[in-house]
Each structure stands twice: as structure tokens, then as C-alpha cells.
């Protein structure tokens, strides 16, 4: 069988994200990824499907020649679960942002890992609302000003993954925007898993909230982890204090569809 040659995977719609935004390093590494996947034959472009939600995140399929679909707010999550379980050959990737996913669409995000659906689920972190230019999110820090919280977020921020974790996803990790080389592993490995998978990455906003400096100084890349060791992932999904990054679980469960 011939090796597919590289295709071009781009639409022509203009990229609007602020220069320097940490969200092309993201789409940098999907494009790899898809591309790898393409040239080796493992999987063909009609069957992927990608789709994103509300917020600068939601931009990704209009920069992509895919069959893609933008709904609003937490609302992307469905429609791939309804795609999945119609045409199980299909390959359904989201991209959903902290504001969209952990908001509006928690209920969503949690029914799709407790059901083990075969997806990927992709999310932007960047702990604000930057496409409205800077509310507080479910994971923007207590105390941060916002424009919706002029004196300090009076809320505790939540830990996404343990939620995830706890709600039965199969395949759990951590990345860093800026990291495109291991962004793309990880999401080559979220891909290829067979079941919910559940990659957040987190994704400084340059603009509104530039956590570069912070990130710095928290992030740690695991090393040697068995990811199907139950306390080990435990203890990198509770780990507040500092940012873990890596793949911290992975098992294999009877899938949904």
C-alpha cells in the first residue's frame, strides 16, 4: 500500500488570533499529528471530524480543512458523541476552551467520560474568558481581577482533571502550548487511545492573561509514569502546588459505541 503524500490541510480563511497567541503552537501540533496519521495510512481524512465551541479556541476549525462543526457554548461535545455513535469508524476530535467546557458544558464533558465514548477531547486553559477579553473561568485563580470580578474572583478555581478522573476517563494528561513537540505526542497518544480521552493544555492567554512567567516556575514534565497505576495518577492530578505535565493515566475499557 503507497504512502499518501503530504496534502495540504489548511483552509483560506485568515488567521485573526492575537500574534504570539499560544493557541498556533496547538494547532501547529494537531496539524502534525493529522498529518502523520494521513501519510501512514492510519487513518483517512474524510474520517475525521473535528469541532470546538465558543471562545478563541473555537477559531481551530476555521484555520482547517476537515469536516468541522462550531457549537455554542460546551455544545461541541454532543454533537461528537452523536457522530461517534452514528459512524463508529469516524476518528472525533474537540477543542473546547476552560470557559466553554467547565462552564456551560461540564455536564457534557463528564457524561462523555463516564459513558467511555472514543474521543479526543482537547482543552485551551488559559483561565479566562479571553474571546470577551477577560472574565473569570472555573479555573481562573481566587482573587485574580477580572472584568467580572473587578475586586478578585471570590471562587475557589476547581481541578478539572480530578473531576474527569473521578467521572471515568480512560486516558488523562497535561500539556504545555508553548511545548508544541510534546503537545504533539501527547495528542498522538490521546488519539490513538481507545476510549474518552481527556488531554487539557495549559495555555498562557498573551494577551489578557499572560501566564508565562507563573507557568515557569510550576511546570514539571513526568517522567517514567505507569500510567495504568491508579495512586500514581492520583497523586499528579491532585498535585496543586506545582503543574505536572505528561500522561498520567491511561487504561482500557469497553467503549461506549
Not at 454532543?78 to 469508524?89: C, E, R, T, W
Not at 476552551?97 to 467547565?102: P, Q, V
Request: aromatic content about 10%; hydrophobic content about 40%.
Amino acid at each position: 500500500m503507497g504512502m499518501t503524500k503530504h496534502m495540504n490541510i489548511n483552509s483560506d480563511t485568515i488567521n485573526t488570533w492575537c500574534p504570539g497567541c499560544s493557541n498556533f503552537g496547538i494547532l501547529a501540533a494537531f496539524k502534525n499529528v493529522a498529518q502523520e496519521m494521513f501519510i501512514s495510512g492510519e487513518l483517512k481524512k474524510e474520517n475525521l471530524v473535528i469541532a470546538a465551541g465558543i471562545g478563541c479556541h473555537g477559531k481551530m476549525p476555521d484555520f482547517l480543512n476537515f469536516n468541522s462543526f462550531i457549537g455554542l457554548h460546551g455544545r461541541s461535545i454532543p454533537m461528537l458523541v452523536g457522530a461517534k455513535i452514528a459512524n463508529p469508524n469516524l476518528k472525533v476530535v474537540g477543542f473546547v476552551g476552560d470557559g466553554d467546557a467547565y462552564a456551560e458544558g461540564l455536564d457534557h464533558l463528564l457524561h462523555a467520560a463516564k459513558k467511555n465514548i472514543d474521543m479526543t477531547v482537547i482543552v485551551h486553559n488559559n483561565q479566562i474568558f479571553a474571546l470577551t477579553t477577560g472574565q473569570h473561568t472555573p479555573t481562573s485563580p481566587k482573587g485574580y481581577k477580572t472584568r467580572s470580578a473587578p475586586h478578585g474572583n471570590p471562587e475557589e478555581p476547581f481541578n478539572p482533571l480530578s473531576l474527569l478522573f473521578s467521572a471515568g476517563a480512560t486516558f488523562i494528561a497535561r500539556s504545555y502550548a508553548l511545548d508544541v513537540k510534546k503537545t504533539q505526542e501527547i495528542i498522538a497518544a490521546a488519539m490513538r487511545h481507545k476510549g474518552f480521552s481527556f488531554v487539557e493544555i495549559a495555555q498562557p492567554c498573551i494577551t489578557f492573561y499572560d501566564t508565562r512567567a507563573v507557568l515557569k516556575d510550576k511546570m514539571y514534565w513526568v517522567e517514567n509514569n505507569t500510567a495504568d497505576d491508579y495512586e500514581s495518577a492520583n497523586s499528579y492530578i491532585l498535585d496543586t502546588t506545582k503543574l505536572p505535565l505528561g500522561v498520567f493515566y491511561q487504561v482500557n475499557k469497553s467503549i461506549f459505541e
